[in-house]
């Protein structure tokens, strides 16, 4: 008895990988971030997109930070030129504002081979730069020295104390007349930075975002790569609004996401195991010796599967039976009779009603395929094939004539193409 996977080999089937592309000022700005599954044997109840993103900006150089709150962050060279001198106590819009993209946005990505389609969650986390003025603090502020000077510059004294409901990260450097600053931003509200003094000038040289990300549970994703975009508008009243003094040099920014799903399903027959001997309980001496009939003939035959994605089981019969089971022949008499197969699974692997998966018929074509899913990932664990010719075909078999030897082929398929 042949037992065949049809698995397409090793087979590849949601936290992310960036690769940073960055347009020129006079075009968009876009962003490639991709997530990476693969199912990890040293962690097989892990069942997460590992973020591959090289990291730029402020998570590069703080990173023991992000991982503790399981945020990335990217920068962009996108610069913020004032387009009027920030005036001392004016507005929110009129001041250092930064609105962001804080709460979840949903997104969709597409596997280009099946359309399947899977929901992306993103929220911006995080927001930063370093301000430079048009002269130094010290200079604008009457102040003895530049960190005197900053602190003056602001309500709430110098940027590494966030202005609500921002959070601060702890994390400032200056200069004469510059300033690096990240914050964590929970949520939309703006938040601002009031001048106290007039500041004739300022730029942001660049923009460093965090981002957090909500990603499908890839178990239930086929594999290949899974593809969707998200674009923001920046300047006033966009997605990123930082007021109407400060004023972006590229408007558009898109995030391409990319989730790459890499399943496994395999399937080891022990060696030997192609070939199935059906025998009584027992075996047959109760039969020769003291004409006890046997109840029914069968062999359990274990194997061993890896899984971390949905598949179906089914068969081919060298030799179909009436309906949905294979038969073997006696090649003597030309007679069949009927050959049951069924499947036990190991514990993860269930039908799609989550019901473990014990003793369970397969039959033959399509229609009548057992569909199954993992719960975690299962790796290299034990299963077992039961054939069996049942009692009520024993009786028959045993009749004057109809003895001898049955045998036929029957393929077993494990098929990932659900």
């Known amino acids: 008895m042949n037992l065949k996977t049809s698995l397409r080999g090793w087979l590849r089937h949601g936290r992310l990988l960036a690769l940073l592309a960055i347009a020129p000022s006079a075009e968009a700005a876009t962003q490639e971030i991709r997530a990476l599954f693969t199912p990890d044997p040293a962690n097989p109840l892990r069942n997460e997109f590992v973020n591959k993103t090289p990291e730029s900006g402020y998570c590069e150089y703080y990173p023991d930070i992000c991982r503790a709150s399981n945020t990335f962050s990217l920068r962009l060279m996108t610069r913020l030129e004032s387009n009027k001198a920030m005036q001392a106590g004016a507005d929110p819009r ?25 929901t992306v969650e993103v929220r911006i986390a995080g927001i930063g730069s370093n301000y430079v003025l048009s002269d130094t603090a010290a200079s604008l502020t009457g102040a003895s020295n530049a960190q005197e000077g900053h602190n003056r510059l602001w309500k709430g004294y110098g940027w ?15 200069g004469a007349s510059t300033y690096a600053f990240f914050w964590k931003t929970p949520n939309e509200t703006p938040c601002v930075k009031t001048a106290n003094f007039t500041i004739p000038g300022m730029t942001y040289g660049y923009l460093d975002f965090a981002y957090e990300l909500r990603t499908p549970n890839p178990l239930g994703m086929f594999s ?38 890499q399943h496994i399903l395999k399937v080891d027959i022990p060696p030997g195991g192609e070939k199935v001997q059906l025998v009584p309980a027992g075996g047959w001496q ?7 009939r046997p109840v029914s003939l069968f062999r359990d035959q274990t194997f061993n599967i ?8 089914q068969l081919e019969c060298e030799t179909p039976g009436i309906v949905t089971d294979c038969q073997i022949i006696n090649p003597h008499t030309g007679g069949g009779v009927e050959l049951q197969v069924s499947v036990s699974l190991p514990n993860g692997l269930n039908d799609l009603a989550g019901q473990p998966v014990k003793r369970r018929r397969l039959r033959t074509g399509q229609a009548n395929a057992l569909h199954l899913q993992p719960a975690f990932y299962v790796d290299n664990t034990p299963g077992v094939l039961h054939f069996e010719v049942p009692k009520y075909v024993m009786e028959f078999m045993l009749l004057p004539g109809m003895g001898g030897r049955y045998s036929g082929r029957v393929t077993v398929i494990w098929d990932s193409e659900v």
């Open 160 to 174: 590494v104390n966030s202005a609500p409901p921002c959070e601060t990260t702890g994390v400032g450097f200056y």
């Open 306 to 313: 890896s899984a971390s994605s949905r598949f179906k089981m």
């Open 286 to 292: 109760s039969w020769l010796q003291a004409g006890r």
């Open 94 to 118: 009129n001041s250092a504002m930064f609105k962001v993209p804080g709460n979840w946005r949903r997104l969709t990505v597409t596997n280009a081979e099946t359309g399947r389609m899977e």
């Open 224 to 261: 290949g790569l899974y593809t969707g975009s998200l674009s923001y508008r920046l300047g006033p009243g966009g997605d990123f609004d930082f007021g109407d003094v400060m004023i972006p040099n590229d408007p558009d920014l898109t995030l391409d996401f990319v989730l790459d799903v």
